[in-house]
């Protein structure tokens, strides 16, 4: 339950599912494992089913193993297990943080210069 095919492409369901969990994480400053996913189930139900299936064993199981999974960040370049991401974002003061280094990396983009 990677998200890699065998011959190392994406599963676009399952970057699906991360891009979600990244985001619920976000959202929710301050989540811990079970409100991660239970927050998932609830509030991305289409892509939990579509990445993991309709079991809930399973999915409960997957999501365990996604919470220790890397997730690289498109907007910031850096790359982090779902469990770090959390930490990361344990407070609304953080999460500021955050938009505010996604503000200077699109500016150090646009500039074309390396960080």
Request: aromatic residues 14%.
């Amino acid at each position: 339950m990677d998200g890699t095919f065998p011959w190392g492409d994406s599963d676009p369901l399952m970057d699906e599912l991360k891009a979600a969990a990244f985001e619920y994480l976000l959202l929710n400053p301050g989540s811990e494992f079970g409100d991660w996913q239970q927050g998932l189930i609830e509030q991305y139900p289409a892509e939990v089913v579509d990445a993991l299936g309709p079991d809930p064993a399973e999915v409960y199981s997957d999501l365990a193993d996604l919470w220790e999974r890397e997730y690289l960040d498109p907007n910031t370049g850096i790359e982090q297990i779902f469990s770090e991401w959390a930490e990361s974002f344990m407070t609304d003061a953080s999460v500021g943080i955050y938009y505010h280094l996604v503000d200077a990396c699109r500016k150090q983009e646009k500039m074309n210069q390396p960080l």
